[in-house]
Structures are given as structure tokens and as C-alpha cells.
């Protein structure tokens, strides 16, 4: 009995040594900068303090020949790398972010900035926020809705029922008119629904900057990407996006 124990020990150490030389431990994923975790975790606004810019917009009754009256859009300036939380509401009718469902109102979001003398701009889809709901995940680097969809918010103001979206965003941008510390961002609406005008007030929040941050950031450049290609190896396309899961775990 004891042969056949100290065979037994001999054999499995064997076999854990071989697999020790076979299958080194892969790198784990790097860790995301403190900050921009803090701010991806942290409680929608507002918390207690008036917003850093708000205004409200009227649009009319949606027609196909009057799209012009059931469309609006508001602009304002932010410094880069800035995140902020968009929060939306509208009276009565219900507010979608980038959805035009029929019947709402849609919302969406334009960055334009500059690239050298050249102008440019950026619009998050329903990807990169996740609004799929089939298990699409939102992009640290670009932002996420925080609540309203699928399931609209609602609260009650005398006899109106006010809707609510609100979204969570980062901005990269440029160099936009020359200034080199901020963007231009443009919410459009359009009122979707024909038989009803659409009241739509906004509030921005703006929370921290996180500089080296972004889908051109130093982050993404030289250490997320130089990651996953480290640990594919040479197949590393085909394993980015499991390995890109890996490293998400972080901010769920």
C-alpha cells in the first residue's frame, strides 16, 4: 500500500511539473487608471448640486412633410477628456437616447472637434452604450446609459408624468476653433410622435477629467492593445475580443 501511495505522489508531481513547464500562467489583465473606475462606479447625478449647464427645447408634432418642426438641438462646450452625466427628461411623451421608437422622442449626442486644419466629429451608437440588451456591454471608453432604457423612468409633476433618461459619457475630442482644452457637443431631438408637441428639458453634470483616457488615449495605445497582443501571441486578432471580456470584468 505504501508502493502504491508513493507511486501515486510521484506520478502527480510529475505531471504538475510538466504542466508547470507547458502552460505558464498567462499575464493577467492590466488594471484600469483609479480614476476613470471611480468615476464608471459612481452614482448617477446629480447629488445634490445644481447642474453645470441646463436648457429645455419645444419641438412640434412629428409629420413627414414637417420634420423640421419636430426636430431641435442644443450645443455646448466641454473641455477634453471630460466625463459628464446627460440627463433628459420629457413631459408626457416618452425620451429614447439614439432609439427613434415611434411615438418618442429621440435623443443623441455630437462631438465635433478639430484634426490639425481639418474638422471632425464623433457619434456614439447604440453599441458603444450597450442599448442592445442582449448581453452588449457599454465602452469604458466612450460611455453608458445609466438608467431610463428599456425601462423608462417616470415621475409625476401635478398632472403631467415626466419621462427620464440619463447617460453617462466621455469626451476625447481635439483641438475644436483653435482651443486645444475642448469639444463641441450637439444634442439633437426629434419628436416622433404625431399627435403630441414634446417638452424636453436637459441637465449635464460634469465629473472628472481623466487625461490619457480614450479609444486614442495613452491608456488604449500603450498598454491595452500592447496587452492583448502580448498575450495572443500571434493570433492575437483572434483572440482579442475574449481577451478585451477578460480585462472588462473591471467594470461590472
Request: proline share 7%; glycine share 8%.
Amino acid at each position: 500500500m505504501l508502493r502504491i501511495v508513493i507511486s501515486i505522489i510521484s506520478v502527480l508531481a510529475i505531471v504538475a511539473v510538466g504542466c508547470g513547464v507547458t502552460q505558464p500562467p498567462s499575464t493577467p489583465p492590466p488594471a484600469a487608471p483609479a480614476d476613470v473606475l471611480s468615476v464608471w462606479h459612481s452614482p448617477p447625478s446629480p447629488q445634490g448640486y445644481p447642474p453645470d449647464i441646463a436648457d429645455q427645447v419645444h419641438l412640434g408634432k412629428y409629420t413627414s412633410s414637417n420634420y423640421e418642426f419636430a426636430f431641435g438641438t442644443n450645443a455646448f462646450f466641454l473641455q477634453n477628456c471630460q466625463w459628464f452625466d446627460i440627463i433628459v427628461k420629457s413631459k408626457n411623451i416618452r425620451v429614447k437616447f439614439l432609439d427613434d421608437e415611434p411615438d418618442t422622442v429621440y435623443c443623441g449626442i455630437v462631438f465635433r472637434y478639430l484634426v490639425g486644419q481639418e474638422e471632425s466629429d464623433f457619434a456614439p451608437d447604440s453599441e458603444d452604450l450597450g442599448l442592445q440588451y442582449f448581453g452588449q456591454k457599454a465602452s469604458p471608453f466612450v460611455g453608458k446609459v445609466l438608467y431610463g432604457q428599456p425601462i423608462q423612468e417616470e415621475t409625476r409633476s401635478g398632472n403631467d408624468t415626466i419621462y427620464s433618461v440619463a447617460i453617462r459619457l466621455f469626451i476625447e475630442g481635439g483641438d475644436y476653433a483653435g482651443n486645444l482644452l475642448g469639444s463641441e457637443c450637439e444634442l439633437d431631438f426629434v419628436n416622433y410622435n404625431i399627435y403630441e408637441e414634446a417638452d424636453i428639458s436637459y441637465e449635464i453634470y460634469k465629473l472628472d477629467t481623466t487625461p490619457g483616457w480614450g479609444l486614442e488615449g495613452e491608456y488604449w495605445n500603450n498598454v491595452l492593445v500592447p496587452w492583448i497582443k502580448q498575450v495572443g501571441g500571434a493570433d492575437w486578432e483572434s483572440e482579442a475580443e475574449q481577451l478585451y471580456d477578460e480585462w472588462y470584468e473591471q467594470f461590472k
